[in-house]
Protein backbone atom coordinates (compact mmCIF):
# COMPACT_ATOMS: atom_id res chain seq x y z
CA UNK A 1 0.00 0.00 0.00
CA UNK A 2 2.95 2.25 1.27
CA UNK A 3 4.42 1.98 -2.21
CA UNK A 4 1.64 2.41 -3.88
CA UNK A 5 1.28 5.84 -2.60
CA UNK A 6 4.72 6.40 -3.67
CA UNK A 7 4.50 5.87 -7.09
CA UNK A 8 1.16 7.70 -7.51
CA UNK A 9 2.68 10.81 -5.50
CA UNK A 10 6.24 10.52 -7.68
CA UNK A 11 3.56 10.49 -10.65
CA UNK A 12 1.62 13.42 -9.58
CA UNK A 13 4.25 15.55 -8.96
CA UNK A 14 5.55 14.62 -12.30
CA UNK A 15 2.63 15.65 -14.14
CA UNK A 16 1.78 18.59 -12.31
CA UNK A 17 5.36 19.81 -13.51
CA UNK A 18 4.68 18.96 -17.01
CA UNK A 19 1.40 20.43 -16.77
CA UNK A 20 2.43 23.84 -15.52
CA UNK A 21 5.52 24.24 -17.41
CA UNK A 22 6.93 23.05 -20.82
CA UNK A 23 10.31 21.62 -19.59
CA UNK A 24 10.91 19.47 -22.77
CA UNK A 25 11.53 15.73 -22.79
CA UNK A 26 15.19 15.50 -21.76
CA UNK A 27 14.18 17.43 -18.66
CA UNK A 28 11.38 15.11 -17.86
CA UNK A 29 13.15 12.14 -18.43
CA UNK A 30 15.76 13.53 -15.91
CA UNK A 31 13.52 14.66 -13.34
CA UNK A 32 11.97 10.64 -13.86
CA UNK A 33 15.50 9.73 -13.30
CA UNK A 34 16.02 11.72 -10.10
CA UNK A 35 12.54 11.02 -8.93
CA UNK A 36 13.28 7.07 -9.31
CA UNK A 37 16.28 7.22 -6.60
CA UNK A 38 14.09 6.15 -3.46
CA UNK A 39 16.47 8.29 -0.73
CA UNK A 40 16.41 11.33 -2.63
CA UNK A 41 12.50 11.26 -4.10
CA UNK A 42 11.65 9.99 -0.53
CA UNK A 43 13.07 12.98 1.08
CA UNK A 44 11.60 15.48 -1.10
CA UNK A 45 7.95 13.95 -1.16
CA UNK A 46 8.61 13.69 2.82
CA UNK A 47 9.47 17.16 3.31
CA UNK A 48 7.32 18.70 0.74
CA UNK A 49 4.28 17.02 2.01
CA UNK A 50 4.59 17.97 5.72
CA UNK A 51 5.60 21.52 4.55
CA UNK A 52 2.93 23.35 6.41
CA UNK A 53 2.89 26.04 3.60
CA UNK A 54 2.19 23.84 0.74
CA UNK A 55 -1.55 23.98 1.26
CA UNK A 56 -1.92 27.06 -1.57
CA UNK A 57 1.36 26.84 -2.52
CA UNK A 58 2.34 25.97 -6.40
CA UNK A 59 3.76 22.23 -6.04
CA UNK A 60 6.42 23.28 -8.85
CA UNK A 61 7.49 26.36 -6.91
CA UNK A 62 7.39 24.19 -3.88
CA UNK A 63 10.07 21.31 -5.50
CA UNK A 64 12.06 24.17 -6.83
CA UNK A 65 12.55 25.73 -3.21
CA UNK A 66 13.59 22.33 -2.20
CA UNK A 67 16.30 21.69 -5.02
CA UNK A 68 17.53 25.37 -4.69
CA UNK A 69 18.23 24.57 -0.81
CA UNK A 70 19.34 21.21 -1.41
CA UNK A 71 22.28 22.98 -4.25
CA UNK A 72 23.17 25.60 -1.79
CA UNK A 73 24.18 23.02 0.68
CA UNK A 74 26.20 20.98 -2.19
CA UNK A 75 27.87 24.10 -3.31
CA UNK A 76 29.09 25.46 -0.06
CA UNK A 77 30.30 22.16 1.34
CA UNK A 78 33.92 22.94 2.32
CA UNK A 79 34.99 19.42 0.96
CA UNK A 80 35.25 19.28 -2.58
CA UNK A 81 32.44 17.39 -4.10
CA UNK A 82 31.99 15.70 -7.72
CA UNK A 83 29.65 13.43 -9.33
CA UNK A 84 30.35 10.71 -11.94
CA UNK A 85 27.62 8.88 -13.68
CA UNK A 86 27.96 4.89 -14.98
CA UNK A 87 30.18 5.74 -17.84
CA UNK A 88 32.36 8.25 -16.25
CA UNK A 89 31.05 11.07 -17.24
CA UNK A 90 30.75 14.34 -14.83
CA UNK A 91 27.48 14.93 -14.09
CA UNK A 92 27.86 17.38 -11.25
CA UNK A 93 30.57 19.61 -8.85
CA UNK A 94 30.78 22.10 -6.63
CA UNK A 95 32.95 25.47 -6.15
CA UNK A 96 34.89 24.07 -3.55
CA UNK A 97 35.61 21.45 -6.26
CA UNK A 98 37.17 24.02 -8.41
CA UNK A 99 39.25 25.98 -5.80
CA UNK A 100 41.27 22.73 -4.71
CA UNK A 101 42.08 21.45 -8.15
CA UNK A 102 42.48 24.58 -9.59
CA UNK A 103 40.17 23.58 -12.99
CA UNK A 104 37.87 25.70 -14.65
CA UNK A 105 34.08 24.07 -14.64
CA UNK A 106 33.84 23.84 -18.33
CA UNK A 107 37.15 21.77 -18.03
CA UNK A 108 35.28 19.28 -15.60
CA UNK A 109 31.68 19.40 -16.23
CA UNK A 110 30.59 17.00 -18.96
CA UNK A 111 33.64 15.31 -19.68
CA UNK A 112 34.47 11.42 -19.63
CA UNK A 113 37.40 9.99 -17.03
CA UNK A 114 37.58 7.41 -19.81
CA UNK A 115 38.94 9.97 -22.07
CA UNK A 116 41.31 11.99 -19.39
CA UNK A 117 42.71 9.19 -18.48
CA UNK A 118 43.87 8.58 -21.68
CA UNK A 119 44.98 11.72 -22.22
CA UNK A 120 46.44 12.68 -19.48
CA UNK A 121 44.47 16.16 -18.78
CA UNK A 122 43.10 18.36 -16.28
CA UNK A 123 43.17 16.36 -13.05
CA UNK A 124 43.66 12.37 -11.89
CA UNK A 125 40.24 10.52 -12.07
CA UNK A 126 41.83 7.49 -10.57
CA UNK A 127 39.25 7.22 -7.43
CA UNK A 128 36.11 7.38 -9.46
CA UNK A 129 37.46 4.79 -11.99
CA UNK A 130 38.67 2.74 -9.32
CA UNK A 131 35.38 2.90 -7.91
CA UNK A 132 33.54 2.28 -11.20
CA UNK A 133 35.63 -0.83 -11.66
CA UNK A 134 35.78 -2.54 -8.48
CA UNK A 135 32.40 -1.41 -7.13
CA UNK A 136 33.70 -0.59 -3.36
CA UNK A 137 35.42 3.21 -1.86
CA UNK A 138 38.55 3.95 -2.67
CA UNK A 139 40.66 6.46 -0.61
CA UNK A 140 44.27 7.82 -1.97
CA UNK A 141 46.07 10.83 -1.60
CA UNK A 142 46.56 13.58 -5.20
CA UNK A 143 48.34 16.62 -5.62
CA UNK A 144 46.00 19.35 -6.16
CA UNK A 145 46.37 23.23 -6.80
CA UNK A 146 49.42 24.99 -5.73
CA UNK A 147 51.10 21.79 -4.55
CA UNK A 148 48.26 20.69 -1.69
CA UNK A 149 48.07 17.51 -0.51
CA UNK A 150 44.19 15.96 -1.41
CA UNK A 151 42.33 13.05 -0.08
CA UNK A 152 40.39 11.57 -2.36
CA UNK A 153 37.37 9.50 -1.35
CA UNK A 154 35.15 7.41 -4.04
CA UNK A 155 32.23 6.03 -2.75
CA UNK A 156 30.03 4.34 -4.84
CA UNK A 157 25.72 4.58 -5.17
CA UNK A 158 24.05 1.54 -6.10
CA UNK A 159 21.18 0.38 -8.14
CA UNK A 160 18.22 -1.63 -6.97
CA UNK A 161 19.90 -4.77 -8.76
CA UNK A 162 23.37 -4.24 -6.86
CA UNK A 163 25.26 -2.24 -10.00
CA UNK A 164 27.50 1.25 -9.67
CA UNK A 165 25.01 3.98 -11.28
CA UNK A 166 27.03 7.17 -9.70
CA UNK A 167 30.37 7.74 -7.80
CA UNK A 168 30.25 10.54 -5.46
CA UNK A 169 34.02 11.63 -5.13
CA UNK A 170 35.10 13.63 -1.81
CA UNK A 171 38.24 15.98 -1.96
CA UNK A 172 39.49 17.37 1.38
CA UNK A 173 42.52 19.35 1.41
CA UNK A 174 44.77 17.93 3.81
CA UNK A 175 47.83 20.05 3.42
CA UNK A 176 47.04 21.85 6.47
CA UNK A 177 46.30 18.76 8.79
CA UNK A 178 49.60 17.01 7.68
CA UNK A 179 51.73 19.77 8.80
CA UNK A 180 50.00 20.04 11.70
CA UNK A 181 50.30 15.90 12.42
CA UNK A 182 54.25 16.73 11.81
CA UNK A 183 54.22 19.58 14.51
CA UNK A 184 52.44 17.03 16.69
CA UNK A 185 54.69 14.23 16.24
CA UNK A 186 57.71 16.06 16.54
CA UNK A 187 56.62 17.65 20.07
CA UNK A 188 55.49 14.30 21.13
CA UNK A 189 58.86 13.17 20.51
CA UNK A 190 60.45 15.68 22.37
CA UNK A 191 57.88 15.31 24.79
CA UNK A 192 58.90 11.59 24.93
CA UNK A 193 62.27 12.65 25.27
CA UNK A 194 62.12 15.17 28.19
CA UNK A 195 59.56 12.87 29.70
CA UNK A 196 61.79 10.01 29.72
CA UNK A 197 64.84 12.21 31.15
CA UNK A 198 62.54 13.75 33.87
CA UNK A 199 61.02 10.02 35.01
CA UNK A 200 64.99 8.88 35.41
CA UNK A 201 65.70 11.72 37.45
CA UNK A 202 62.57 11.74 39.81
CA UNK A 203 62.97 8.09 39.63
CA UNK A 204 66.39 8.49 41.02
CA UNK A 205 66.42 11.19 43.21
CA UNK A 206 62.70 10.34 44.82
CA UNK A 207 64.79 7.02 45.79
CA UNK A 208 68.33 8.45 47.08
CA UNK A 209 66.73 12.18 48.47
CA UNK A 210 63.32 12.18 48.13
CA UNK A 211 62.74 14.68 45.79
CA UNK A 212 58.64 14.43 45.27
CA UNK A 213 57.18 16.71 42.89
CA UNK A 214 54.41 17.55 40.11
CA UNK A 215 54.01 21.26 39.96
CA UNK A 216 55.04 22.86 37.01
CA UNK A 217 57.37 24.76 39.93
CA UNK A 218 59.80 22.53 41.36
CA UNK A 219 59.54 21.26 37.68
CA UNK A 220 61.22 23.92 36.67
CA UNK A 221 63.67 24.06 39.52
CA UNK A 222 64.15 20.88 38.91
CA UNK A 223 65.40 21.59 34.90
CA UNK A 224 67.58 24.43 36.48
CA UNK A 225 69.24 22.27 39.15
CA UNK A 226 70.11 19.84 36.52
CA UNK A 227 71.46 22.25 34.14
CA UNK A 228 73.75 24.23 36.38
CA UNK A 229 75.12 20.83 37.72
CA UNK A 230 77.64 20.53 35.22
CA UNK A 231 79.30 23.88 35.91
CA UNK A 232 81.76 25.04 38.74
CA UNK A 233 79.71 28.53 39.37
CA UNK A 234 78.35 29.59 42.85
CA UNK A 235 74.91 28.42 43.56
CA UNK A 236 72.77 30.64 46.23
CA UNK A 237 69.62 28.37 46.96
CA UNK A 238 66.66 31.21 48.55
CA UNK A 239 64.01 29.20 50.13
CA UNK A 240 61.91 29.05 53.39
CA UNK A 241 62.66 27.19 56.03
CA UNK A 242 61.79 23.12 55.72
CA UNK A 243 61.15 23.37 51.50
CA UNK A 244 64.52 21.55 50.63
CA UNK A 245 67.32 22.88 50.04
CA UNK A 246 69.43 20.86 51.21
CA UNK A 247 67.54 18.25 48.67
CA UNK A 248 68.47 20.55 45.90
CA UNK A 249 72.28 20.87 47.09
CA UNK A 250 72.44 16.93 47.01
CA UNK A 251 71.27 16.71 43.71
CA UNK A 252 73.51 19.72 42.35
CA UNK A 253 76.79 17.86 43.69
CA UNK A 254 75.60 14.01 42.40
CA UNK A 255 74.73 15.32 39.07
CA UNK A 256 78.19 16.67 38.88
CA UNK A 257 80.43 13.54 36.88
CA UNK A 258 83.58 15.62 38.05
CA UNK A 259 82.80 16.23 41.91
CA UNK A 260 80.33 13.10 42.48
CA UNK A 261 82.33 10.65 44.32
CA UNK A 262 84.58 13.57 45.63
CA UNK A 263 82.84 14.32 49.80
CA UNK A 264 79.57 16.73 49.80
CA UNK A 265 80.26 18.60 53.15
CA UNK A 266 77.61 20.14 55.18
CA UNK A 267 77.53 22.97 57.35
CA UNK A 268 74.98 24.63 59.17
CA UNK A 269 76.41 27.84 59.51
CA UNK A 270 73.26 28.63 62.65
CA UNK A 271 74.41 25.77 64.28
CA UNK A 272 78.14 26.59 64.97
CA UNK A 273 79.48 28.65 68.19
CA UNK A 274 80.71 31.74 67.30
CA UNK A 275 83.84 31.14 68.72
CA UNK A 276 84.66 27.79 67.23
CA UNK A 277 83.28 29.04 63.64
CA UNK A 278 87.06 30.00 62.00
CA UNK A 279 88.42 26.86 63.28
CA UNK A 280 85.75 24.75 62.40
CA UNK A 281 85.89 26.11 58.74
CA UNK A 282 89.34 26.14 58.42
CA UNK A 283 91.06 24.32 60.47
CA UNK A 284 93.76 24.68 63.39
CA UNK A 285 97.69 23.66 63.54
CA UNK A 286 98.49 21.80 66.70
CA UNK A 287 98.44 23.84 69.64
CA UNK A 288 96.89 26.53 68.42
CA UNK A 289 95.23 27.90 71.20
CA UNK A 290 94.12 26.53 74.68
CA UNK A 291 92.53 23.00 74.03
CA UNK A 292 93.38 22.53 70.88
CA UNK A 293 94.07 18.60 69.43
CA UNK A 294 97.77 18.19 69.69
CA UNK A 295 97.23 16.49 66.25
CA UNK A 296 95.63 19.53 64.47
CA UNK A 297 92.22 19.68 62.71
CA UNK A 298 91.24 20.26 58.74
CA UNK A 299 88.35 22.48 58.38
CA UNK A 300 85.46 21.70 56.30
CA UNK A 301 86.96 23.52 53.40
CA UNK A 302 89.96 21.13 53.47
CA UNK A 303 87.38 18.12 53.86
CA UNK A 304 85.45 19.30 50.95
CA UNK A 305 88.47 19.70 48.91
CA UNK A 306 88.06 18.22 45.08
CA UNK A 307 83.70 17.79 46.20
CA UNK A 308 81.32 20.34 47.43
CA UNK A 309 80.62 22.59 50.27
CA UNK A 310 76.98 23.03 51.35
CA UNK A 311 76.78 26.57 53.67
CA UNK A 312 73.26 26.46 55.19
CA UNK A 313 71.78 29.53 56.84
CA UNK A 314 74.71 31.38 55.02
CA UNK A 315 73.02 34.60 56.49
CA UNK A 316 73.71 33.44 60.16
CA UNK A 317 77.72 33.93 59.47
CA UNK A 318 79.59 36.97 61.33
CA UNK A 319 81.22 39.57 59.37
CA UNK A 320 84.66 38.79 60.88
CA UNK A 321 83.97 34.86 58.95
CA UNK A 322 82.59 36.45 56.36
CA UNK A 323 86.09 38.61 55.07
CA UNK A 324 88.19 35.41 55.45
CA UNK A 325 85.26 32.96 53.69
CA UNK A 326 85.78 35.52 50.59
CA UNK A 327 89.05 35.45 50.23
CA UNK A 328 88.97 31.39 50.26
CA UNK A 329 86.20 31.75 47.60
CA UNK A 330 88.63 34.36 45.34
CA UNK A 331 91.30 32.77 45.89
CA UNK A 332 91.25 29.10 46.11
CA UNK A 333 93.25 28.55 49.07
CA UNK A 334 93.13 28.54 52.74
CA UNK A 335 95.70 28.66 55.71
CA UNK A 336 94.56 26.89 58.81
CA UNK A 337 94.49 28.64 62.12
CA UNK A 338 97.83 29.21 63.89
CA UNK A 339 99.70 28.11 60.76
CA UNK A 340 101.45 29.72 57.64
CA UNK A 341 101.26 26.74 54.99
CA UNK A 342 98.69 27.95 52.64
CA UNK A 343 96.40 24.98 51.30
CA UNK A 344 95.26 24.95 47.66
CA UNK A 345 91.50 23.82 47.15
CA UNK A 346 89.17 22.91 44.65
CA UNK A 347 85.78 23.42 46.12
CA UNK A 348 82.51 23.94 44.68
CA UNK A 349 80.80 26.59 46.78
CA UNK A 350 76.27 25.87 47.78
CA UNK A 351 75.21 28.32 49.61
CA UNK A 352 71.49 28.64 50.83
CA UNK A 353 69.56 30.83 53.24
CA UNK A 354 66.11 31.43 54.07
CA UNK A 355 66.94 35.33 54.68
CA UNK A 356 66.75 37.81 52.76
CA UNK A 357 70.22 39.56 52.48
CA UNK A 358 69.95 42.23 50.47
CA UNK A 359 68.37 43.99 53.51
CA UNK A 360 70.97 42.67 55.57
CA UNK A 361 73.84 44.35 53.37
CA UNK A 362 72.02 47.91 53.70
CA UNK A 363 72.07 47.51 57.44
CA UNK A 364 76.25 46.22 56.81
CA UNK A 365 75.10 42.86 58.37
CA UNK A 366 75.90 40.79 55.26
CA UNK A 367 79.19 41.91 52.86
CA UNK A 368 77.53 43.12 49.68
CA UNK A 369 80.88 41.67 47.88
CA UNK A 370 80.30 38.06 49.59
CA UNK A 371 76.97 38.31 48.51
CA UNK A 372 77.79 38.60 44.86
CA UNK A 373 80.72 36.25 44.92
CA UNK A 374 77.91 32.93 46.30
CA UNK A 375 75.26 34.42 44.51
CA UNK A 376 76.22 33.60 40.37
CA UNK A 377 73.22 31.63 40.19
CA UNK A 378 70.38 31.71 42.56
CA UNK A 379 68.03 29.82 42.75
CA UNK A 380 64.52 30.10 44.55
CA UNK A 381 62.61 27.21 46.03
CA UNK A 382 58.84 28.11 46.32
CA UNK A 383 57.37 27.56 49.42
CA UNK A 384 54.78 24.78 49.53
CA UNK A 385 51.71 26.70 49.59
CA UNK A 386 52.82 28.09 46.40
CA UNK A 387 53.08 24.74 44.62
CA UNK A 388 49.77 23.08 45.49
CA UNK A 389 50.19 20.58 43.48
CA UNK A 390 52.64 18.66 45.26
CA UNK A 391 50.83 18.35 48.54
CA UNK A 392 49.34 15.09 47.56
CA UNK A 393 52.39 13.48 46.07
CA UNK A 394 54.12 14.45 48.81
CA UNK A 395 51.37 13.12 51.25
CA UNK A 396 51.15 9.76 50.17
CA UNK A 397 54.86 9.51 49.12
CA UNK A 398 55.83 9.65 52.84
CA UNK A 399 52.53 8.20 54.10
CA UNK A 400 53.90 5.37 52.31
CA UNK A 401 57.54 5.65 53.51
CA UNK A 402 56.12 5.78 57.27
CA UNK A 403 54.05 2.61 56.20
CA UNK A 404 57.21 0.40 55.25
CA UNK A 405 59.34 1.89 57.86
CA UNK A 406 56.60 1.09 60.80
CA UNK A 407 55.09 -1.90 59.23
CA UNK A 408 51.43 -0.73 59.06
CA UNK A 409 48.92 -0.02 56.74
CA UNK A 410 47.51 3.29 57.01
CA UNK A 411 45.30 5.28 54.98
CA UNK A 412 43.83 9.07 54.24
CA UNK A 413 40.73 9.49 54.20
CA UNK A 414 39.54 11.82 51.14
CA UNK A 415 38.47 14.25 53.80
CA UNK A 416 42.07 14.44 55.37
CA UNK A 417 43.95 15.00 52.19
CA UNK A 418 41.12 17.89 51.14
CA UNK A 419 41.57 18.97 54.54
CA UNK A 420 45.52 19.38 54.14
CA UNK A 421 45.46 20.33 50.67
CA UNK A 422 44.04 23.44 52.31
CA UNK A 423 46.06 23.97 55.04
CA UNK A 424 49.29 27.17 54.13
CA UNK A 425 51.97 24.66 55.46
CA UNK A 426 54.07 27.54 57.48
CA UNK A 427 56.78 25.11 58.03
CA UNK A 428 56.80 23.64 54.36
CA UNK A 429 57.78 19.55 53.63
CA UNK A 430 59.46 19.38 57.01
CA UNK A 431 56.07 20.01 58.70
CA UNK A 432 54.43 17.93 56.29
CA UNK A 433 56.80 15.25 57.08
CA UNK A 434 56.28 15.22 60.50
CA UNK A 435 52.91 15.26 60.53
CA UNK A 436 52.72 11.88 58.45
CA UNK A 437 55.03 10.23 61.03
CA UNK A 438 52.54 11.62 64.34
CA UNK A 439 49.79 10.19 62.24
CA UNK A 440 51.33 6.56 60.97
CA UNK A 441 52.53 6.49 64.70
CA UNK A 442 49.91 7.74 66.86
CA UNK A 443 46.71 6.50 65.19
CA UNK A 444 45.12 3.05 66.14
CA UNK A 445 42.64 2.42 63.40
CA UNK A 446 44.08 1.87 59.81
CA UNK A 447 42.06 4.87 57.97
CA UNK A 448 43.12 8.53 59.36
CA UNK A 449 40.46 10.85 59.51
CA UNK A 450 39.55 14.20 60.20
CA UNK A 451 39.46 13.78 64.31
CA UNK A 452 43.00 12.13 64.19
CA UNK A 453 44.40 15.90 62.93
CA UNK A 454 45.27 18.77 65.06
CA UNK A 455 42.28 21.54 65.02
CA UNK A 456 44.98 24.37 63.35
CA UNK A 457 45.31 22.05 59.67
CA UNK A 458 41.76 22.26 59.26
CA UNK A 459 41.13 25.78 60.52
CA UNK A 460 40.17 26.50 56.91
CA UNK A 461 37.68 23.77 56.68
CA UNK A 462 33.82 24.45 57.55
CA UNK A 463 32.12 23.96 61.66
CA UNK A 464 31.38 19.78 60.90
CA UNK A 465 34.71 19.42 61.84
CA UNK A 466 34.13 20.21 65.37
CA UNK A 467 31.25 18.28 65.91
CA UNK A 468 32.97 15.44 63.97
CA UNK A 469 36.02 15.85 66.06
CA UNK A 470 34.06 16.33 69.56
CA UNK A 471 36.12 18.97 70.91
CA UNK A 472 34.80 20.91 73.74
CA UNK A 473 34.80 24.87 73.82
CA UNK A 474 37.93 25.06 76.25
CA UNK A 475 40.23 22.90 74.27
CA UNK A 476 39.43 24.31 70.71
CA UNK A 477 40.41 27.81 71.88
CA UNK A 478 43.49 26.60 73.60
CA UNK A 479 44.09 24.74 70.14
CA UNK A 480 43.44 27.68 68.08
CA UNK A 481 45.49 29.70 70.96
CA UNK A 482 48.62 27.80 70.30
CA UNK A 483 48.15 27.41 66.45
CA UNK A 484 47.91 31.18 66.23
CA UNK A 485 50.98 31.75 69.00
CA UNK A 486 53.35 29.06 66.94
CA UNK A 487 52.74 30.86 63.58
CA UNK A 488 53.70 34.37 64.79
CA UNK A 489 56.53 33.34 66.63
CA UNK A 490 57.66 31.71 64.08
CA UNK A 491 57.31 34.29 61.27
CA UNK A 492 58.04 37.26 63.44
CA UNK A 493 61.06 35.87 64.84
CA UNK A 494 60.71 37.80 67.94
CA UNK A 495 57.81 37.77 70.81
CA UNK A 496 57.84 41.65 70.68
CA UNK A 497 56.95 41.40 66.88
CA UNK A 498 54.48 38.94 67.56
CA UNK A 499 52.63 40.92 70.29
CA UNK A 500 52.15 43.27 68.00
CA UNK A 501 50.75 41.10 65.22
CA UNK A 502 48.51 39.23 67.37
CA UNK A 503 47.48 42.81 69.32
CA UNK A 504 48.60 41.45 72.61
CA UNK A 505 50.99 42.28 75.36
CA UNK A 506 54.67 40.82 75.03
CA UNK A 507 54.17 39.35 78.48
CA UNK A 508 51.31 37.35 77.05
CA UNK A 509 53.17 36.31 74.17
CA UNK A 510 55.78 34.81 76.86
CA UNK A 511 53.27 33.38 78.74
CA UNK A 512 51.30 31.38 76.14
CA UNK A 513 54.55 30.46 74.58
CA UNK A 514 55.64 28.86 78.09
CA UNK A 515 52.58 27.28 78.07
CA UNK A 516 52.35 25.77 75.02
CA UNK A 517 55.86 25.41 74.66
CA UNK A 518 56.57 27.11 71.59
CA UNK A 519 60.42 28.09 71.15
CA UNK A 520 61.24 31.60 72.17
CA UNK A 521 63.31 33.67 70.48
CA UNK A 522 64.91 37.08 71.57
CA UNK A 523 62.57 39.62 72.44
CA UNK A 524 63.92 42.45 70.61
CA UNK A 525 65.48 41.00 67.87
Given at each position: MGDMIYEMATEDIINTITDEIDIGSLAVERLCQILSDGEIAGEILTRVITREKFHGLNLLEVINNEFKELNSIFQDSYDGITVVNRNGMVTRLNKAFLRLTGLKIENVLGVNLYHINKQGRYFDPTVALKVLETGKPVTILQKGANGKEIMAIGSPVFDESGKVIWVVVNLRDVTELKQLEEKLRKTQELNAHYLFEMENLRKKYTKEHCVVFKSKEMEKIIELATRVSIVESPVLIHGESGVGKEIIANLLHDMNTKRKKAPLIKVNCGAIPKE???????????????????????????????????????????????????????????????????????????????????????????????????????????????????????????????????????????????????????GNVRELINLIERLVVTTDIQQITLKDLPLRYC???????????????????EEVERGLVNQAMKSQKSTYKAAKVLGVSQSTVVRLAKKYQVTEVSPFL
Open positions: LMESEFFGYEPGAFTGASRHGKPGFFELANKGTIFLDEIGELPLRLQVKLLRVLQEHETTRLGGVKTIKLDVRVVAATNRDLEPMIKEKSFREDLYYRINVIPIRIPSLRERQDDIVPLLFHFLDFYNKKYDTKKSLSEEVVQCLTKYDWPAQTDSSFYRTNQMNLTAAI
